[in-house]
């Protein structure tokens, strides 16, 4: 199994960016996704997750409102879309799959036994 984010960038405070994250060797239709991040100095924490089938999503409150976490299984993708940036939300960020199949939307990290190699956003000021 690879995922593979991308679509990270730089952008002003107030802008938007849409990462995707590219599933292969796994169809992912049976598996919750999440996005992560990860500033400089600081954890990994949790940004969004959406469940299996799509209809259970979870927001971290730093994002709720301004992020949107969706998911296309035919075409084996999820992106997450990122509205209103801020200085704050610059980070590494990554996609990742739960394991246990038809699972929901889990917080923790350890709860994700497949990572993508992560996609940096920066937001300036």
């Known amino acids: 199994v690879q995922l593979q984010a991308s679509g990270g960038g730089l952008v002003q405070a107030g802008g938007s960016l849409r990462l995707s994250c590219l599933v292969s060797?796994?169809?992912?239709?049976?598996?919750?996704m999440g996005w992560f991040r990860q500033a400089p100095g600081k954890e990994r924490e949790f940004v969004a997750g959406?469940?299996?089938?799509?209809?259970?999503?979870v927001y971290a409150e730093s994002v709720k409102g301004r992020f949107i976490i969706s998911r296309d299984n035919a075409n084996n993708t999820g992106w997450l879309q990122m509205n209103s940036l801020r200085p704050e939300d610059t980070a590494v960020y990554y996609c990742?799959?739960?394991?246990?199949?038809?699972?929901?939307?889990?917080?923790?990290?350890?709860?994700?036994?497949?990572w993508g190699q992560g996609t940096l956003v920066t937001v300036s000021s």
């Open positions: 060797r796994r169809t992912i239709n049976m598996y919750a």
């Open positions: 959406i469940s299996w089938s799509g209809r259970g999503t």
């Open positions: 990742a799959s739960r394991g246990l199949r038809f699972s929901s939307v889990e917080i923790s990290a350890g709860s994700y036994d497949t």
